[in-house]
């Protein structure tokens, strides 16, 4: 497997990946899948703080992405980040998600980013035990607050530090792939 920046030209996969996360399960709360202009869209508002990572499997096939975007709008807020990766179905537990969000952690924290935060649907085992791998801690949980697939969801919010807060660059600064 090999993981690297991703490109616009990996819209189209990351489209792929993402539309059953969407379409067919609450582990996304949005409701019509993005398409590959609104994928792309997406990446390029990332500019150059906000780390895309691709992980293409021995076929050069794209088979997980992990990124990074603001956690919230508000200047108070610009030292953490919000972080999210996806897997192809059929491809879990190969190691893809671990193998994404590694460079991306380390990436973020580099940058000068303090916290790394993760909203995740509940239940989903998997993804609360690859955040606790990467030494992320439950922080809260929103009650019921997405209604998804006919019932309610919680969204559990998971943390971790990336570099010390006591004494923050000026400004995150912009990651180099």
Request: charged share 20%; glycine share 10%.
């Amino acid at each position: 497997m090999r993981v690297r920046a991703a490109t616009p030209a990996d819209a189209g996969a990351i489209a792929e990946i993402y539309r059953p996360y969407v379409e067919a399960s609450y582990i996304s709360f949005e409701t019509e899948a993005p398409d590959v202009d609104e994928i792309a869209r997406r990446m390029g508002s990332a500019g150059v703080l906000y780390p895309w990572l691709a992980a293409e499997d021995e076929a050069g096939r794209l088979a997980g992405y992990a990124y990074a975007c603001a956690f919230r709008p508000r200047a108070a807020y610009r030292f953490a980040v919000e972080t999210s990766v996806y897997v192809r179905h059929g491809a879990h537990g190969r190691g893809i998600g671990a193998a994404l969000y590694a460079p991306l952690l380390e990436m973020l924290a580099r940058q000068g980013f303090t916290q790394a935060i993760a909203a995740i649907s509940l239940p989903n085992p998997a993804s609360v035990a690859l955040h606790e791998r990467f030494g992320f801690r439950g922080a809260g949980t929103y009650e019921q607050v997405g209604w998804k697939l006919g019932r309610w969801h919680d969204v559990g919010l998971w943390q971790r530090p990336l570099a010390a807060a006591a004494d923050p660059p000026a400004e995150p600064r912009p990651y180099r792939p």
